[in-house]
């Protein structure tokens, strides 16, 4: 069974940065295409970017192109989402999640695999 380990999260201001971290383990992180998804207080969960299993694609919502930027190492079975020029409305707990053997380039919450257990972001204005 895969687990999804993530940290990173924390309280930044307006403008800053932070790095989000989600360590893969229990199945072949090569095998894996990786999304991260967030959800704000009273919202659906919402897709912000994904990476394919092989790396060479990356994918990302409309709100955050530009500022977000998903990468993975597979050597340390890891994805990493680099979160810039952060906004209140970023604010929100961040989940990472996998989907095996899947090279489309679409990515809905409901068609993940496995969840880790999230990680709070919060962006003050």
């Known amino acids: 069974q895969v687990q999804l380990e993530e940290c990173g999260g924390g309280v930044v201001q307006t403008g800053g940065s932070l790095r989000l971290s989600c360590l893969v383990s229990?199945?072949?992180?090569?095998?894996?295409?990786m999304g991260w998804f967030r959800q704000r207080p009273g919202k659906a969960r919402e897709f912000v970017a994904a990476?394919?299993?092989?790396?060479?694609?990356?994918y990302y919502a409309d709100s955050v192109r530009g500022r977000f930027t998903i990468s993975r190492d597979s050597a340390k079975n890891t994805v990493y989402l680099q979160m810039n020029s952060l906004k209140p409305e970023d604010t929100a707990v961040y989940y990472c999640?996998?989907?095996?053997?899947?090279?489309?380039?679409?990515?809905?919450?409901?068609?993940?695999?496995?969840w880790g257990q999230g990680t709070q972001v919060t962006v003050s204005s």
């Open positions: 999640a996998s989907r095996q053997y899947y090279s489309g380039g679409v990515f809905h919450a409901s068609q993940m695999d496995d």
């Open positions: 229990g199945k072949t992180f090569s095998n894996l295409s």
């Open positions: 990476i394919s299993w092989s790396g060479y694609s990356t």
